[in-house]
């Protein structure tokens, strides 16, 4: 009998709960909120899905009505792509460690 | 591009996106983490475009919405000042909630377009998984439109309970449970809006009863959320990358929900269920006698810590209301330069989200490797001269050691008492959040500065 793919997915799901679990609690608790900011960055990564439906309209009718909840999801994600990556960065630059010399 | 390389590259990007979050561990490799995960999305949407293969009008459309996106969000990056994070966090989850309702919308009404069936006939298993992906995203959403509210002080922070909520909140959810299968068997679109819009009302009513300064565990159980929608929308796309993101990210927001709950001593349902704010004040009130209390001004506490050859800065969310930070920081910087040994002592859920004095001490230019954690640093106030308590209280409250009555007992506190003296930040001697008095205030070595916490600070720095 063959295996539903979606096992595989559910796998891979289960697994990196797992991985997830375990590097996180490796993170240091100063940086947490970069943390929150970053994972809230990655997790727009549902853009995949918003561009797939952006692109789902016939030739000649850009926007139909599925569409058009994909455009909105593009800019909902890419607000937090481009926001959570650069807020992220900015808290990084402030970390600093004491200067050698005092 | 074909199914399979593209499939490849979804795991390498989501394979980055374990890097970036690895990369936390220590402040050093942190910048090179954040490099990771805009690898990894760069490589998640063009993976996306060049699979999709559609370089037609809607192309252009596409990067056009992009850029707007982009650019709203690299102006909010840039402009927010680092007391706001936590609405900042509160309000982008909402984004990605919405975001993954929206795909779930997409995808019921066009599942051509993801290979998922027809409409009227959309597979059972990516039906369930987009009902899934749509309910926690619209909890997600209107959840963190609360919590942004909260947090912006639009919206009061005192919890909001009625009776009966509790039952409320289950039928809902029972409902959602109801409906979901409806769903399947009808495949009705009818049902498919009434879930989400139960699913947003239910978000709505699970964030109403938390108190203002259960916010961090709010904010981190949304962050948690916003991944579990993402995974459900990333078994309905068969997408590798997204799964693996949803997963990251519904792990580490429990993890930071468990670790803030820890702090407070209180269990996550204790904190969900909500009203703790408002109902112990009556505690505060019974042991409001008059006490002694020694109060001092910024020349005696100059002078106290003038002759000091060790303190240490207790911060609280105080700290960041008065945006006191940059004060302390040059405060500690004339200290040091007396030769005095200066440390920062952060308890686990000082701030309004998890990490928050961290963020905000870094801005002040504060080196992190003068910053400890509790555990790191609590044996120490026993051998420090002085304790410097900015913005804090609760805590600070040495009955959480010693009386079981409290509401707060048992929850680790830092043992400030324990240090020779004790200055103390405040504007007033009113109890903190958990409504109790601190008998911190009334301690024999402790000195209260009346004052507004910047300008205090700012004074103790013009006397040292």
Redesign the interface.
């Known amino acids: 009998m063959e295996i539903d793919?979606?096992i595989f997915?559910l796998s891979?799901?289960?697994l990196?709960?797992f991985?997830?679990?375990y590097?996180?609690?490796?993170?240091?608790?100063?940086?947490?909120?970069?943390?929150?900011?970053?994972?809230?960055?990655?997790?727009?990564?549902?853009?995949?899905?918003?561009?797939?439906?952006?692109?789902?309209?016939s030739?000649g009718v850009?926007f139909?009505?599925?569409?058009i909840?994909?455009?909105?999801?593009?800019?909902?994600?890419?607000?937090?792509?481009?926001?959570?990556?650069?807020?992220?960065?900015?808290?990084?630059?402030?970390?600093?460690?004491?200067?050698k010399d005092? | 591009m074909s199914a399979n390389l593209s499939a490849i590259l979804?795991l390498v990007?989501?394979v980055l996106?374990?890097l970036?979050?690895?990369g936390?561990?220590?402040?050093e490799t942190?910048?090179q983490?954040?490099l990771f995960?805009?690898i990894?999305?760069l490589i998640?949407?063009t993976v996306?475009?060049l699979s999709?293969g559609?370089f037609?009008?809607?192309?252009i459309?596409?990067l056009i919405?992009?850029?707007?996106?982009?650019?709203?969000?690299?102006f909010?990056?840039?402009r927010?000042p680092?007391t706001a994070?936590p609405e900042?966090?509160a309000g982008?989850?909402s984004?990605?909630g919405?975001?993954?309702v929206?795909?779930a919308?997409?995808?019921f009404?066009?599942p051509?377009?993801?290979n998922l069936g027809t409409p009227g006939n959309i597979k059972l298993?990516s039906l369930i998984e987009m009902a899934i992906g749509a309910a926690v995203g619209a909890i997600t959403f209107s959840g963190s439109v609360i919590a942004f509210l909260k947090l912006q002080g639009i919206m009061s922070g005192a919890p909001i309970t009625f009776k009966g909520q509790h039952l409320l909140n289950a039928l809902l959810l029972i409902l959602i449970v109801i409906l979901t299968i409806y769903l399947c068997s009808t495949q009705s679109s009818n049902l498919f809006w009434i879930l989400i819009a139960v699913s947003f009302l239910i978000g709505f009513l699970i964030i109403i009863p938390i108190g203002g300064a259960d916010m961090p565990v709010v904010?981190?159980m949304l962050?948690s959320y916003?991944?579990w929608a993402?995974?459900g929308?990333?078994?309905?796309?068969?997408?590798?990358?997204?799964?693996?993101?949803?997963?990251?990210?519904?792990?580490?927001?429990a993890?930071?929900s468990y670790?803030m709950c820890k702090g407070m001593n209180r269990s996550f349902f204790n904190v969900i269920l909500g009203g703790f704010g408002a109902t112990d004040q009556t505690t505060g009130g019974q042991s409001k006698e008059q006490r002694p209390v020694k109060s001092g001004n910024a020349d005696d506490a100059a002078f106290l810590m003038k002759n000091a050859s060790s303190v240490i800065i207790v911060p609280g969310y105080g700290m960041a209301v008065a945006q006191a930070q940059h004060a302390l920081r040059e405060m500690v910087d004339t200290l040091?330069k007396n030769d005095i040994k200066v440390s920062y002592a952060?308890h686990?859920v000082a701030g309004r989200?998890?990490?928050?004095m961290?963020?905000l001490l870094?801005?002040a230019?504060v080196?992190?490797?003068?910053?400890f954690?509790l555990e790191e640093i609590n044996n120490d106030f026993a051998n420090a001269d002085v304790a410097f308590v900015i913005g804090a209280n609760d805590v600070t409250n040495p009955v959480a050691k010693t009386d079981p009555q409290s509401p707060i007992y048992g929850m680790p506190v830092l043992d400030v008492e324990k240090c020779k003296s004790v200055l103390f930040v405040k504007r007033s001697l009113s109890p903190g959040y958990a409504g109790i008095d601190n008998d911190l205030f009334y301690k024999e070595n402790t000195l209260m500065l009346f004052a507004d916490a910047k300008k205090m600070t700012e004074d103790i720095t013009k006397n040292l």
Not at chain 1, 64 to 67: C, D, G, P, Q
Not at chain 2, 24 to 27: K, M, N, V, Y
């Open positions: 793919p979606f997915r891979i799901f289960i990196s709960i991985v997830g679990y590097v996180v609690w490796s993170v240091t608790p100063s940086l947490h909120t970069p943390l929150m900011s970053v994972t809230n960055a990655i997790s727009s990564v549902i853009i995949v899905g918003a561009i797939i439906a952006a692109l789902s309209g030739d850009v139909s009505s599925s569409s909840y994909g455009f909105l999801a593009i800019i909902l994600a890419a607000v937090n792509i481009f926001g959570g990556f650069l807020v992220t960065q900015r808290m990084l630059a402030m970390y600093k460690k004491k200067k005092k | 979804y990007s989501g996106f374990i970036a979050l690895r936390l561990s220590s402040p942190s910048r983490g954040n995960g805009i990894g999305m998640a949407v996306t475009f999709v559609n037609s009008s809607g192309f459309y596409v919405f992009l850029v707007i996106g982009g650019s709203i969000g690299a909010i990056a840039y927010i680092m994070m900042l966090v982008f989850h984004l990605v919405l975001a993954a929206f795909v919308i997409s995808a009404i066009n051509a377009a993801f298993a904010i981190s962050n916003s991944g993402a995974a929308i990333g078994f309905t796309l068969e997408n590798t990358a997204l799964i693996i993101t949803g997963a990251l990210v519904g792990s580490s927001g993890i930071l670790i040091k952060i686990p989200m998890p990490g928050h961290n963020v870094a801005e230019n080196p992190y490797d003068e910053v954690e």
